[in-house]
């Protein structure tokens, strides 16, 4: 082997390289180390009693709306409402000038005084000849013209009555008052307005609209419609037709139901263009604090109580068209078992089908699973929730 001149003069490159090739001849590689099988968190599902819920979108409205106008005309004088107030029956809204109506009434006064004067005089006059009839010193006839003669004037005193009550009711209605509870609108005529009386097209003062308790329609599907009617048929639902079944209202923005009501209508048929069926519930509203054509969520009664299972919905993973839960069988591999969901039942999903009480799932760490793999499993961390249960079975 022929040497540099280089290599003479430096020789340390070459002893190093030599010791490491001399080091490595009698050493084997190292072993690669298993990995241990990862932790996840497994639970046996939640057993408890439920019931089903149908769940709908809604609009409230008021139990009774009232459009206040005027009942006579005349020159407005006094509005005596705060816009926007909770008005009781009876309290006083507007108040129109009276004074025509009090000349009117005077004039009534007048013609009803007149007419029972000419009514007392009639039945003198018939009284008379009454008596002298009986002596024959006056004729038939005349009797008979002092009868009709009574009539009339009777007639003519319930005519002038009639007209002095209408004259009154004139005066009544100048003070306009609300006829129901609830809370009013604006006011649409000022002070010193003309209004128009029901004669020629009242016009319209406010609005009023009772608060509590309150309406909410919503429509229902027609599938929805059948599966109620087929548990009624079968005993295990109350129809509600002729049952208060209890409805939860939540209101937007709400995750949880905040209202409770009761059914009251259910209309008679289907809507042709829309396939559904027009339904009606009341809820107490007593701090008032729903309006009239707000949006809600109803849900409303949709099965008897059974047993169910349950599982948060963190454990159900989707596999293309069906959904799935991992179970960890008892020599710790994964499994992945097809399952049959129902609503959700306070925050937690209901397992229809595929799942049993012993099985354990996981509930936490599902990235970490592989079908067929091993794991790891573990107990929850706070296992005293009403959660699914822990590891060894309680809930």
Not at 128 to 141: I, M
Not at 151 to 164: F, P
Not at 285 to 293: A, Q, T, W
Request: aromatic share 6%; proline share 7%; charged share 25%.
């Amino acid at each position: 082997m022929v040497v540099g001149f280089d290599s003479i003069r430096n020789p340390w490159p070459w002893t190093i390289l030599l010791a490491l090739a001399l080091s490595g001849c009698g050493d084997k590689p190292p072993e690669p180390v298993a990995s241990a099988p990862p932790p996840v968190t497994v639970a046996q599902p939640l057993k408890r009693t439920v019931t089903d819920w149908d769940e709908f979108t809604g609009r409230f409205e008021a139990m009774a709306e009232v459009q206040v106008r005027a009942r006579v005309g005349g020159f407005v004088t006094a509005v005596e409402f705060r816009d926007g107030a909770i008005v009781r029956t009876g309290d006083l809204l507007y108040v129109i000038d009276a004074r025509p109506f009090e000349a009117v009434a005077l004039q009534a006064e007048g013609q009803l005084a007149d007419a029972r004067a000419r009514a007392e005089l009639a039945r003198r006059e018939l009284d008379r000849a009454l008596t002298l009839n009986q002596t024959q010193a006056v004729s038939d006839s005349v009797v008979d013209q002092r009868r009709q003669a009574l009539q009339a004037a009777r007639a003519a005193e319930t005519q002038a009555d009639g007209l002095l009550k209408a004259a009154k009711l004139n005066i009544e209605f100048t003070h306009v008052v609300a006829p129901i509870t609830g809370r009013v609108s604006r006011h649409l005529v000022s002070v010193g307005n003309l209004v128009q009386g029901s004669e020629g097209g009242a016009t319209l003062l406010t609005s009023i609209v009772s608060l509590d308790p309150i309406y909410i329609y919503f429509d229902m599907d027609e599938a929805t419609y059948q599966k109620n009617n087929r548990l009624w048929h079968e005993g295990k639902r109350p129809s509600s037709r002729d049952t208060p079944n209890p409805v939860q209202v939540s209101l937007v923005g709400e995750t949880k139901p905040s209202h409770e009501g009761t059914m009251n209508f259910l209309d008679n048929r289907l809507d042709a263009s829309t396939g559904t069926l027009r339904g009606r519930a009341v809820v107490p509203n007593k701090d008032l604090s729903i309006l009239p054509g707000q949006f809600g969520r109803v849900r409303l009664i949709g099965s008897s109580p059974y047993e169910a299972l349950l599982l948060p919905d963190s454990a159900i993973a989707t596999d293309q068209s069906r959904k799935i839960v991992f179970v960890v069988r008892d020599d710790d591999t994964v499994e992945a078992r097809p399952v049959t969901l129902g609503p959700l039942d306070e925050g937690l999903r209901v397992v229809r089908e595929g799942l049993k009480p012993e099985d354990r799932v996981i509930v936490d760490g599902l990235q970490r699973a592989r079908v067929g793999a091993k794991v790891s499993p573990q107990a929850p961390k706070d296992a005293a929730k009403d959660t699914p249960a822990t590891a060894d079975g309680k809930t």
